[in-house]
């Protein structure tokens, strides 16, 4: 597949682009998000790890859904004709901790749309940045990159390897039941997360697609175990299928999690407040 290049100019004119949303952060919506991810419902003194994924949904009605469940393309986002889209990576920045409760806004602006040709055909990068503010500050700030790509070849199933772990590692097994309450929380209809046949037959996946932000906040929280993060960068470099062990471990640039074949699924580094 070759990209014209009046539609990679077209959807690089959506660079600058900007919108502006506030709500009230929602206790019960913050504890919906922590049961999902596993982490103790008391919001108010325990912030969920990313938990701010849960907030500031975007709503598509019925006949604002594409074939693969998400929101038809366009709107704040460029209309990229790439059928396969995911968020890839992001850089979190945290000035000030959330306040559940509390009206928040986020302002959100789009700072580059790249266009790339590689391995696994054309690519296009559309990096977009969120600053979430509470009483006259920002708090959050966070650079995202959404990928957009071909469909490609059929992803082969992962075959598990032996002796890929350590003692420390923790041992976690994402079901179809964890990914649907992930889903709910984030209203995120993307059917690979759900849809077995469509995920199989559809996107040729060996399974249900896990998350990569599911995969983020469980990493954001092994973490933030031993102090208070000032900094959060992930990139996913494999996809996760449900049913299978993945290891989730401290490693020597940061944490990461582990596919059963020993493939590092996503890797992320970190820093702490002083």
């Not at 789009?110 to 054309?122: C, N, Y």
Request: hydrophobic share 40%.
């Amino acid at each position: 597949m070759t990209l014209a290049a009046d539609d990679i100019a077209h959807w690089q004119s959506w660079t600058g682009r900007s919108e502006s949303r506030s709500e009230r952060l929602d206790p019960e919506a913050l504890r919906r998000f922590a049961a999902a991810i596993g982490e103790p419902l008391d919001v108010q003194s325990h912030f969920p790890s990313l938990g701010h994924w849960g907030c500031f949904l975007p709503v598509a009605e019925d006949d604002g859904i594409g074939p693969d469940g998400h929101p038809k393309r366009g709107g704040f986002l460029p209309p990229v004709s790439l059928p396969r889209r995911m968020f890839a990576a992001g850089e979190l920045r945290f000035e000030a901790d959330l306040i559940p409760g509390e009206e928040a806004t986020r302002q959100s602006r789009i700072l580059d749309v790249t266009h790339k040709s590689g391995r696994s055909g054309e690519l296009i990068l559309v990096e977009v940045e969120h600053a979430i503010a509470q009483q006259g500050m920002n708090r959050i700030v966070e650079r995202q990159t959404i990928v957009y790509r071909e469909a490609g070849a059929t992803t082969p199933p992962v075959i598990a390897a032996e002796g890929i772990g350590r003692d420390a590692d923790i041992l976690w097994q994402p079901n179809a039941v964890h990914l649907f309450r992930f889903s709910a929380v984030t209203f995120n209809s993307h059917r690979i997360h759900y849809d077995l046949p469509y995920a199989t037959g559809e996107e040729q996946y060996p399974g249900l697609v896990v998350h990569g932000p599911f995969t983020a906040a469980r990493l954001f929280g092994l973490a933030r175990e031993a102090g208070r993060l000032s900094r959060f960068t992930f990139r996913a470099q494999a996809p996760i299928f449900a049913g299978q062990p993945v290891r989730l471990r401290k490693s020597a640039e940061g944490v990461e999690a582990i596919r059963a074949d020993g493939a590092t699924a996503m890797a992320a580094t970190f820093e702490y407040y002083p």
